[in-house]
Antibody, heavy 121, light 108 residues
Framework: EVQLMESGGGLVQPGGSLRLSCAASGFTFDRFAMNWVRQAPGKGLEWVSGLNGRGAGIYYADSVRGRFTISRDNAKDTLYLQMSSLRAEDTAVYFC??????????????WGQGTTVTVSS | STVLTQSPSLTVAPGQTANITCVADNIAIKSVHWYQQMPGQPPVLVVYADRDRPPGIPERFSGSDSGSTATLTITRVEAGDEADYYCQVWEYETHHWAFGGGTKLTVL
């Protein structure tokens, strides 16, 4: 069974930093693209960042490029999102999401429960 | 960048058919995916690559597209189908994922 467990969320002040982690199990981690998708309170889904199975292709939404860094440790089956220069509008539940294949452009077939990030003074 | 437009809400009676649409320029040449999100839960993939269903998704869920509109069709709608539904495409030009704004399906 595929499992994705996010951690690292919390309350942070504007301008601060936070690092999210996602521990994956139940599949061969390095064979699949991974993504972060967020959902602000009462709002829809917003893709944040993704990378392909080997991590060579890395992609960001315009809203986070230059502030967030996605990475993966295939030896630890773990996905990361380093977030800096956080803003109030980054407040959201952040989901770790698995792609259906190694390429980034395949659908997302497994989602974690999410971790909440709140940016507020 | 691609803008995916969904109606914010749709109300359907039990047993009827729900057609949830996603409108964008030339969407028929893109691969469209659909997600169902129950309140307080993460999304679940219900249709991928326009019309394929993942394992475990009932046959009542189907996808289609034509011209500028992709459609998620749910036949014999049940109370348990009440959820938000999102369409999604990969933008090859900008290397971004785009989500529609979501449609809240109410079964009443």
């Amino acid at each position: 069974e595929v499992q994705l467990m996010e951690s690292g969320g919390g309350l942070v002040q504007p301008g601060g930093s936070l690092r999210l982690s996602c521990a994956a199990s139940g599949f061969t981690f390095d064979r699949f693209a991974m993504n972060w998708v967020r959902q602000a309170p009462g709002k829809g889904l917003e893709w944040v960042s993704g990378l392909n199975g080997r991590g060579a292709g890395i992609y960001y939404a315009d809203s986070v490029r230059g502030r967030f860094t996605i990475s993966r440790d295939n030896a630890k089956d773990t996905l990361y999102l380093q977030m800096s220069s956080l803003r109030a509008e980054d407040t959201a539940v952040y989901f770790c999401v698995k792609g259906m294949s190694m390429g980034i452009y395949y659908a997302m077939d497994a989602w974690g429960q999410g971790t909440t990030v709140t940016v507020s003074s | 960048s691609t803008v995916l437009t969904q109606s914010p809400s749709l109300t359907v009676a039990p047993g009827q058919t729900a057609n949830i649409t996603c409108v964008a320029d030339n969407i028929a040449i893109k691969s469209v995916h659909w997600y169902q999100q129950m309140p307080g839960q993460p999304p679940v993939l219900v249709v991928y690559a326009d019309r394929d269903r993942p394992p475990g998704i009932p046959e009542r869920f189907s996808g289609s597209d034509s011209g500028s509109t992709a459609t998620l069709t749910i036949t014999r709608v049940e109370a348990g189908d009440e959820a938000d539904y999102y369409c999604q495409v990969w933008e090859y030009e900008t290397h971004h994922w785009a989500f529609g704004g979501g449609t809240k399906l109410t079964v009443l």
